[in-house]
């Protein structure tokens, strides 16, 4: 399994499209950011620390083809990158992560 946090309205817009075209991060890069399980905590610690309004998602990475790509990125760890949309299909759970704690431990508790 691997994870997307992002907002939920982006959520929302891709489950009403079908598939999430990624954050302005994402397209500016060029592909959507994703995270390995051990790797997902951090990242919010990082780039979502006093974010409200999140979800989480849970990725089936063998639904996402080819467009998956494991490649070197913080600290040299393979991260996952999707180039192309995410489809709806592929996210097996979205979990609301609450707002009464540090988004990195809300991420670690839903993650247990």
Request: charged share 20%; glycine share 8%.
């Amino acid at each position: 399994m691997i994870y997307k946090l992002l907002p939920t309205v982006e959520w929302d817009d891709a489950r009403a499209a079908g598939h999430l075209a990624g954050s302005a991060v994402d397209r500016q890069d060029g592909f959507i950011h994703l995270s390995a399980a051990e790797q997902v905590v951090e990242t919010a610690r990082r780039h979502f620390a006093g974010a409200t309004g999140l979800t989480l998602l849970s990725v089936r990475e063998d639904r996402l083809g080819d467009a998956l790509r494991w490649e070197p990125s913080r600290g040299g760890q393979l991260f996952p990158h999707l180039y192309g949309p995410l489809p709806v299909t592929a996210v097996v759970d979205a979990r609301a992560v609450p707002v009464d704690v540090p988004v990195a431990d809300a991420v670690a508790a839903l993650l247990s």
